[in-house]
Structures are given as C-alpha cells and as structure tokens.
C-alpha cells in the first residue's frame, strides 16, 4: 500500500521553465509535508515544507500548492535552473516518522 | 553547526556476515531516525529512537537492530546480511518546529553509508 504517490517519475524542463512535480497521500492523520531534494551520492536534503492549514507556501523560486479536501500537493519549480537537476521527493509525516513518495527525477536542459 | 554526520561512507561486506552503522546527529537533536535507500526508491522508515528508547518501527526482519546512546548518537546493525540488503543507509535527526496537537518536527538526513552485500 503506497500512502504517498509521486508523479512524473521522471521530468525534463527547459532552463528558465517551470518544474511541476504531483502528490497524493491518502491517511488524513498526517501532520506536515516537507519536500526533499537529492543529489547523485548525497542524503535528501530539505527544501521546503508546509502545514496542511496553509493552501500554499512560497520560498524563493519554490512554491508548494495543498489542495486538502483533495489530499494532494505540488512543487512548483520557477525559473527552472540546470543545477536544480536531482531527485525529488514529496513526503508526509505523522509522529515524526516520514513516508517518502517514489521520487522524480528532473532534469533542466541548459 | 556541523549538520548529521554518518560512518563509514562505504562498505562491503559478504552476505551472513553482520554490519554496524553508526550515526551523529545535528547538535540539540535528541530523535535519530533510520531510513533504507534501495536505488531508485524512496528511503524506507526503519527505526526511529528518541532519548535512547525506541519510538518507531517500520517493516523490517528482526537481523535489523537499532540503539542510542546517552550522547543521541546511534548505531544501526544487520545480521546474517543478504544480498537485498545492498542500499544507502540514511540517518536523520529530528527538530521540533511546533508544539501542540499535533507536533511537528522537521528530519535533517545525513550523507548515508553506502552498504553493498556480495
């Protein structure tokens, strides 16, 4: 049973385009939904996280969208730059404990 | 501030044998959580340790075991190894960002000790 679905698997954007990665989870009892950012070798890194009381949250070029009553969340990408290649992971967390979606891999042309 | 720290950073070992990972996490943490990396995948809960008692549990055989220590670093350690073990082995560090009903905290993730069974 995958509690956090993730889509594209896999996304290629030209340089200076928008990056539009799609979540649905399914358990209401989740607490908070961080994005996490990997590159090739390295631990996820966090990038940006929101509460399910807030619609949506922006961090320079990266914006989350929370649609509740839907169970789904984005990550939206602005200005799409060659080093934002890596993998990303949309995730929920409840008690502390994560739930990773499967990962999309971006790739931005130069 | 020094961010999680994780050793070794590679390893092989043959299966059967038994393998120890060790973790340090961002100074103040007190919750270490460890997670499972198969590649290709997203990292998979497997224990979770707050003030050196066991806080959570994910899917995994009982060859996987876990401790704190009084310093909140920890240790990760596999028995009688098999080739499906082969994975990024990632610990994370937890930091309270809310009080209340409910808690929330945010997990800052080490670099991983890449593990490869033969």
């Known amino acids: 049973q995958q509690q956090v679905k993730q889509s594209p698997q896999s996304l290629i954007v030209q340089k200076g385009g928008i990056s539009i990665i799609n979540c649905a989870y399914e358990?209401?009892?989740?607490?908070?939904f961080p994005w996490y950012q990997q590159f090739p070798g390295k631990g996820p890194a966090l990038l940006i996280a929101?509460?399910?009381?807030?619609s949506e949250k922006k961090e320079g070029r990266f914006t989350i969208s929370f649609n509740k009553s839907a169970k789904q969340f984005s990550l939206h990408i602005m200005d799409s730059q060659p080093g934002d290649s890596a993998t990303y992971f949309c995730?929920?967390?409840?008690?502390?404990?994560?739930?990773f979606g499967k990962g999309t891999r971006l790739h931005i042309l130069p | 501030d020094a961010g999680v720290t994780q050793s070794p950073t590679h390893l092989i070992k043959t299966r059967g044998q038994h393998v120890t990972l060790r973790c340090s996490p961002i100074?103040?943490?007190?919750?270490v959580s460890w997670y499972q990396q198969v590649l290709g995948q997203g990292p998979q809960f497997i224990f979770q340790?707050?003030?050196?008692?066991?806080?959570g549990r994910g899917n995994f055989p009982d060859r996987f075991s876990a401790r704190q220590f009084p310093n909140y670093s920890s240790e990760l350690n596999v028995n009688a190894l098999l080739l499906g073990d082969s994975a990024l082995y990632l610990c994370?560090?937890?930091?309270?960002?809310?009080?209340?009903?409910?808690?929330?905290?945010?997990?800052?993730f080490g670099p991983g000790t890449r593990l490869t069974v033969t």
């Open positions: 994370a560090s937890s930091r309270q960002i809310r009080a209340g009903a409910p808690t929330a905290y945010e997990q800052y």
């Open positions: 358990n209401t009892a989740f607490d908070y």
């Open positions: 929101i509460r399910p009381d807030v």
């Open positions: 995730a929920a967390t409840r008690d502390d404990k994560i739930i």
């Open positions: 100074s103040g943490h007190k919750s």
């Open positions: 340790y707050y003030e050196k008692e066991e806080r």
